[in-house]
T-cell receptor
Framework: EDKVVQSPLSLVVHEGDTVTLNCSYEVTNFRSLLWYKQEKKAPTFLFMLTSSGIEKKSGRLSSILDKKELFSILNITATQTGDSAVYLCAVEVAGNNRKLIWGLGTSLAVNP | DTAVSQTPKYLVTQMGNDKSIKCEQNLGHDTMYWYKQDSKKFLKIMFSYNNKELIINETVPNRFSPKSPDKAHLNLHINSLELGDSAVYFC???????????FGPGTRLTVL
């Protein structure tokens, strides 16, 4: 059965810390891996990764994929209280319906 | 200019009632989804339509019936509501060419 596992499930840090969130997967017919940020409302898209070893970067956030070891990491440097959210990882499976398999998320709390 | 909109935002109802949630997207996307997110924040795919055709139908009680009158709309009707149906229901859409899903603001359903 396809699955996506995120760790840790929750994390509490202080402003200015750097955090690394993990996402490992076991799926057939991998197509891409996506990271989303969910605050109080709907998930908002962060990154899509399809190739190993190519870092995607947006401001203080960056992500990389390892298709050999079947995982991705999301790094946030110099964290701010506004980074507090649930970070969701999803893997798209190739096929006619191209379904996303979602992880449970990592709940990040950044304290001032 | 809302890209994916849902109505209502909140729905409080009694067990046994029948209710509908509506979703509309103005992005020109051809694929739409319904997700259920429970209190543990797990996003569970329920249904997906591509150009008004059902392409994903997960193991969901048949009390739930999606309807897509056109590719910009995907509604969800729920019969005989149960306590366990209480959750946030998210609608999402995507294009045929890209993997990113755009989420609506969610409908918080509370069954009393």
């Amino acid at each position: 059965e396809d699955k996506v596992v995120q760790s840790p499930l929750s994390l509490v840090v202080h402003e200015g810390d750097t955090v690394t969130l993990n996402c490992s997967y076991e799926v057939t017919n991998f197509r891409s891996l996506l990271w989303y940020k969910q605050e109080k409302k709907a998930p908002t898209f962060l990154f899509m990764l399809t190739s190993s070893g190519i870092e995607k970067k947006s401001g203080r956030l960056s992500s990389i994929l390892d298709k050999k070891e079947l995982f991705s990491i999301l790094n946030i440097t110099a964290t701010q209280t506004g980074d507090s959210a649930v970070y969701l990882c999803a893997v798209e499976v190739a096929g006619n319906n191209r379904k996303l398999i979602w992880g449970l998320g990592t709940s990040l709390a950044v304290n001032p | 200019d809302t890209a994916v909109s849902q109505t209502p935002k909140y729905l409080v109802t009694q067990m046994g009632n029948d209710k509908s949630i509506k979703c509309e997207q103005n992005l020109g996307h051809d694929t739409m989804y319904w997700y259920k997110q429970d209190s543990k924040k797990f996003l569970k795919i329920m249904f997906s339509y591509n150009n008004k055709e059902l392409i994903i139908n997960e193991t969901v009680p048949n009390r739930f019936s999606p309807k897509s009158p056109d590719k910009a709309h995907l509604n969800l009707h729920i019969n005989s509501l149960e306590l366990g149906d209480s959750a946030v229901y998210f609608c999402a859409s995507r294009t045929g060419s890209y993997n990113e899903q755009f989420f609506g603001p969610g409908t918080r359903l509370t069954v009393l």
